[in-house]
């Protein structure tokens, strides 16, 4: 516990406490401050005096927590990006395990690569999303080989649930698109989500932009497939495709709010032998739903198309439904507006996402909770009382 946690959590004055220990009141101040760590005897009074709950190493968490990167760091990030540019796929991937990694420093040198990464808006970002078993990965690596003959080079970046027990992720997309994972033109990561909520992960983004000054033109994000909640990847593509098995619903099926509503494009995928006639069945019923659907989009009404992709057939008029969509959308200047509203719901998801990782590391793992934590159990304190006598501390910290 860090000493001016433990003065306030048990109203110890400065003053008082300097009395305590037998040493000047500036010092305990220089103490609270970390502008001075006490020698050995103070160390060891401070320890005797607060029960143990202020020991040596809490003198030393500022410095942790205010790591900065060296010159050397910033150099080794400097060619790392270079490299990128140039097109190096193992600088990529190493720039990618970067940027998922939770080790603070990485997290330092993560956010400096991406300040310095070159941005580009000549990009397509595609979100495809649907139910497991509608066949995302066979859709992406038709669609993938297709753009591959028209010139593109193409990024597919595939997100899998994470364990709730252990945390582990199978990982297996380059499995399922083993034609598209040996291109030259084409790049897989798979990535965990760990735990992460939308169908995406916590640096989905990060990973794009990696992507993109890698010379990627065309960036698949392949969501985790839970169903109605992956929004997420909405607020970070210029197009969403959601696909859709034949008979999977009626028309009131295709008016749920949420994942549905938010398409740019649906496709019936696995039209193809028996399942064909259904197929068609299916788009008029989603055609008939849209139809009283609120677009997501300004100026823009959903589509409805179908396709095989085992079969690579419709691939090609589901290009052209996307390539026309991002037309239209440059023409009427909403796709650079979209990118810069998508720069902003970045920023204020990463103020969350740092708040988050302050809670986890910071606040629940720090002893001053514990202490308010066995006050609850006490029934000293109740739970609104409890979070709000944490919340007044630490956000005396940020004043």
């Not at 000549?122 to 509608?134: A, E, L």
């Not at 990024?155 to 992720?169: E, N, R, W």
Request: with cysteine; hydrophobic share 40%.
């Amino acid at each position: 516990m860090l000493l001016k946690d433990y003065l306030q959590l048990n109203k110890i004055s400065s003053k008082q406490f300097s009395r305590i220990l037998k040493v000047s009141e500036i010092s305990i101040s220089r103490y609270i401050n970390g502008n001075r760590i006490p020698n050995k005897r103070i160390l060891r009074a401070i320890f005797k005096e607060t029960n143990g709950f202020v020991s040596a190493n809490d003198f030393l968490i500022n410095d942790i927590k205010n790591i900065e990167l060296n010159n050397k760091d910033k150099d080794d990030i400097r060619k790392l990006v270079r490299e990128i540019t140039l097109g190096s796929i193992k600088s990529l991937a190493k720039a990618i395990t970067l940027v998922e990694s939770s080790n603070l420093l990485d997290q330092k040198k993560s956010d400096f690569l991406i300040s310095i990464l070159p941005k580009k808006n000549n990009t397509i970002r595609i979100g495809i999303s649907g139910v497991p078993g509608v066949g995302k990965s066979t859709f992406i690596e038709s669609l993938g080989l297709y753009l591959l003959q028209e010139n593109f080079k193409v990024a597919v970046l595939a997100v899998d649930p994470s364990s709730q027990k252990t945390g582990g992720s199978i990982l297996g997309d380059k499995t399922r698109m083993e034609r598209l994972s040996i291109k030259k033109n084409a790049y897989i990561r798979p990535s965990p989500s760990q735990g992460h909520l939308g169908g995406v992960t916590k640096s989905t983004r990060e990973t794009i932009n990696c992507a993109e000054a890698a010379g990627f033109d065309v960036v698949f994000v392949e969501t985790m497939g839970v169903g109605q909640a992956e929004t997420a990847v909405h607020s970070m593509v210029d197009i969403f495709l959601v696909l859709l098995l034949p008979s999977g619903g009626d028309d009131l099926q295709g008016i749920k709010k949420g994942i549905i509503e938010l398409a740019d494009l649906l496709v019936v995928n696995k039209a193809d032998g028996s399942l064909l006639s259904t197929a068609k069945v299916t788009v008029n019923d989603y055609k008939n739903a849209i139809s009283i659907i609120n677009s997501a989009r300004d100026s823009w009404k959903p589509k409805v198309e179908m396709c095989s992709s085992i079969n690579h057939e419709g691939i090609a008029n589901i290009w052209n439904r996307i390539s026309g969509f991002i037309k239209e959308r440059k023409k009427r200047k909403y796709f650079l507006e979209n990118r810069i509203n998508q720069n902003k719901n970045w920023m204020w998801d990463l103020v969350d996402q740092k708040i988050k990782n302050f809670i986890e590391k910071d606040i629940k793992n720090n002893q001053i909770s514990y202490e308010i934590e066995k006050k609850l159990s006490n029934n000293k304190l109740n739970s609104i009382n409890a979070a709000n006598e944490i919340l007044g501390i630490y956000l005396k910290n940020f004043k």
